[in-house]
């Protein structure tokens, strides 16, 4: 099994953490085992949850994980224990993929 952990930081001010998703949809099939989102939400300069879940359209996701923690101190660091807490409590056993996607340039 292939699990995915995947954490975006969806920054307004740019749309590289959609075409990061973008790039990751045209592989999701390979990931056929738990799939975990992490999004980072809050104050700032962020785009809705809404948004973000939106951009997966009709691609299977297990578990969303938000944080409006995650921020230039804390990063991506909030989502993370509780995606890989997800991935543990599956019985989907095999290797994890996790990456990040952030509005950077």
Request: with cysteine.
């Amino acid at each position: 099994m292939r699990n995915l952990a995947y954490h975006i930081t969806p920054f307004a001010h740019s749309d590289v953490w959609l075409l990061n998703i973008e790039q990751l949809l045209r592989r999701i099939d390979i990931f056929d085992g738990c799939r975990v989102i992490g999004i980072g939400c809050g104050s700032g300069n962020l785009v809705p949850i809404e948004k973000v879940q939106a951009a997966f359209a009709s691609h299977r996701i297990d578990h969303w994980v938000t944080s409006d923690q995650c921020n230039a101190t804390w990063r991506e660091s909030p989502t993370f224990y509780p995606m890989l807490e997800y991935i543990a409590a599956s019985d989907m056993k095999g290797i994890t993929f996790y990456a990040h996607a952030k509005g950077v340039t």
